[in-house]
């Protein structure tokens, strides 16, 4: 199953990567233009470095999780050579592993992601009001 997976045509899994990029930035702008009509001060700079700084939180938190994971089920790698270290006769059991956990896991967390954004509390309505504002104060 490993192989099927990994012989997909590059612009597949590229796509994939990059689905959370447009979200994200559209949720950052949109922050970002709600503080102005909510405060009517631009601290667009503060929400920038603030969701730069959890960005690299989670990085970090991810590094650790992946780590511990990947020890969990038996990946244990010589730090000096980069040689497996484990029994052989783990392999087939480890790969099984590598299998859910870089598919059924990513899945499962893109579906909760989706059910999480679907509560966004932006709404159209809102959307619209925070347009107005932010066009009439450009105007003027």
């Known amino acids: 199953m490993f192989l099927r997976c990994s012989s997909l045509p590059c612009s597949s899994w590229q796509w994939g990567v990059g689905t959370d990029f447009v979200p994200q930035s559209m949720v950052e702008m949109e922050i970002m233009d709600y503080n102005i009509y909510k405060t009517g001060k631009d601290r667009s700079a503060l929400t920038m470095v603030v969701g730069g700084f959890i960005v690299k939180a989670q990085a970090a938190l991810s ?33 099984n592993w590598f299998i859910v956990i870089m598919g059924l896991v990513p899945a499962i967390l893109g579906v909760l992601s989706a059910l999480i954004l679907r509560t966004y509390p932006i709404k159209d309505d809102e959307r619209r009001k925070i347009r107005e504002c932010l066009d009439h104060r450009n105007a003027g």
């Open 63 to 95: 590094a650790a999780i992946i780590g511990a994971v990947l020890m969990s089920i038996g990946y244990n790698v010589d730090p000096v050579t980069s040689e497996y270290m484990g029994e052989l006769s783990q392999i087939p059991t480890m790969l």
